[in-house]
């Protein structure tokens, strides 16, 4: 039942009123010729209220006159009805339909692209040398050819171990796997030197293939040789091997920093000024907010992208612009203060970038005082192993 | 009005006897909602009252607010707050 009145709200329907004597005769007429009517309320004695479809409409008012009843038409329903209302509006329609057509073609085209890796890998300028093998946001779909895409960015980079390209709707999602950056590794068979790799003093040498070539307490830069990969033998001459031993050393990592006396802290007051603007493609609007009434704030933009469906991504994005009030408040350190904050500042430094912490054996702290503040350098002495394989070159 | 003679082929297949005959069918859903599908004629219609005519009798429904919604040539859905209904049999004796 409820499918064919949505078929009579398509063909059109209309809301009449049937005044006379003789309703029901009329009602039984109606149903008789298999004429659809619904929603019938009686009003009055002699007044009754009903729904009847566009197409039955001529035969109704011939069985009313049969039966002498009045016949009113009250509303009008239906699509023809609206159609004929919109046809007028010819503006409208025409948006309605330009609308529709750029949403069409803008389906054509790439406008996200979307990185996803595993678990939080990096990657530097990824974003960069996909738009310069082909990949970038507002270019046609069908001109993407995704193999080809993935052979060039592999070839440029070598940190990538698997990618893929997907279109989904607007949205190019670039799925990566990084490789691990795999050391050079010289052959067994082949001949190399073992060089340093750091500088620092030698604590310990031991060659087990080759021929040492600095003492216990020699200074070694980098790219020193520290085994060669020769053998001298009484009978049999020079004769080249594959290096191999181990060296430690005292490496030293010295790290210096200036923290004046007078420093002007920033901190959030939590004030905020939110505004929003409107980005197409590049062209971007303000949507105008004036000027901040903060004195000094920090403008954090978010941008957003709008998509229709999970992945229809349309060429519009919803920019907010987020002001921050900033207080600044001026500090005032003695040198003892100044000095400890240097070194804890260093110190946090150098503890990310050793990893072994049983190794180091000294730390050395140096403070100069200067007129405007101390300057402040951190020395940790670590022992190391510092040699690496070098192919010998001829 | 003469009952159909149902025939022993019908009634093996279970076909359910509105589709074959004239009987017809009342299905109340609720208080606010009937269903009489194989009437025949409307008698009378007022807002309170309602007199159905079918092939083996007279259906009255009392309430108010009553409405005929959709009306097909065998299908008729009452709503509105009915109060009683009462059937008047027509005797074939």
Request: some cysteine; overall charge positive.
């Amino acid at each position: 039942m409820f499918v064919k009145i949505l078929l009579k709200y398509i063909l059109g329907y209309v809301r009449i009123s049937v005044e006379g004597y003789y309703i029901e005769r009329f009602i039984n007429i109606c149903t008789n010729n298999k004429i659809m009517i619904w929603n019938i309320k009686k009003e009055k004695n002699a007044k009754i209220y009903l729904n009847i479809g566009t197409n039955d409409f001529r035969e109704i008012i011939s069985i009313a006159k049969k039966v002498k009843c009045k016949v009113k038409i009250i509303k009008k329903k239906g699509l023809p009805f609206l159609l004929h209302r919109y046809k007028k509006r010819k503006i409208f329609l025409g948006f309605l339909l330009i609308i529709v057509i750029l949403i069409g073609i803008s389906s054509n085209f790439v406008w996200n692209i979307e990185i996803q890796t595993e678990g939080n890998q990096e990657f530097e300028n990824i974003y960069q040398d996909l738009e310069n093998s082909g990949l970038k946001t507002g270019k046609l779909k069908s001109a993407i050819d995704t193999k080809e895409i993935v052979n060039k960015v592999r070839l440029k980079r070598d940190d990538i171990a698997w990618m893929g390209i997907e279109l989904k709707g607007t949205n190019a999602v670039v799925k990566l796997v990084k490789a691990d950056k795999k050391p050079e590794i010289v052959d067994e068979n082949e001949y190399c030197n073992i060089v340093s790799e750091k500088a620092g003093v030698i604590t310990k040498i031991n060659a087990q293939n080759g021929t040492a070539a600095v003492k216990v307490g020699d200074t070694v830069n980098v790219g020193t040789v520290l085994i060669n990969g020769w053998m001298e033998g009484k009978y049999t001459g020079i004769r080249y091997v594959h290096a191999q031993g181990e060296i430690e050393a005292k490496v030293w990592y010295t790290k210096q920093t200036k923290i004046p006396y007078n420093i002007t802290e920033r901190s959030d007051t939590g004030n905020e000024e939110v505004s929003y603007g409107i980005k197409f493609n590049n062209f971007k609007i303000n949507l105008p907010k004036g000027v901040s009434k903060f004195k000094i704030y920090d403008t954090i933009e978010e941008e957003k992208k709008i998509k229709l469906f999970s992945d229809f991504y349309l060429p519009i994005s919803v920019i907010k612009i987020t002001n921050k009030e900033v207080k600044e408040e001026q500090k005032t350190y003695n040198i003892e203060e100044a000095t400890n904050l240097g070194i804890q500042q260093l110190e946090e430094e150098l503890d990310k970038e050793i990893e072994d912490k049983s190794k180091i054996v000294n730390k050395n702290i140096n403070t100069y005082e200067k007129e405007d503040g101390v300057e402040v350098y951190v020395t940790y002495e670590v022992t190391q192993q510092i040699g690496t394989n070098e192919k010998i070159v001829y | 009005m003469k009952k159909k003679k149902i025939s022993k082929i019908e009634k093996m297949l279970e076909i359910p006897e509105e589709v074959y005959s004239n009987t017809p069918k009342i299905i109340i859903t609720g208080f606010d909602q009937m269903i009489i599908e194989n009437f025949k004629s409307i008698l009378e219609y007022e807002e309170f009252y309602i007199r159905i005519s079918t092939y083996i009798g007279i259906i009255n429904i009392n309430g108010y607010n009553l409405n005929l919604e959709t009306m097909t040539n065998d299908d008729l859905k009452v709503t509105g707050k009915i109060d009683s209904f009462d059937i008047e049999r027509i005797s074939d004796e």
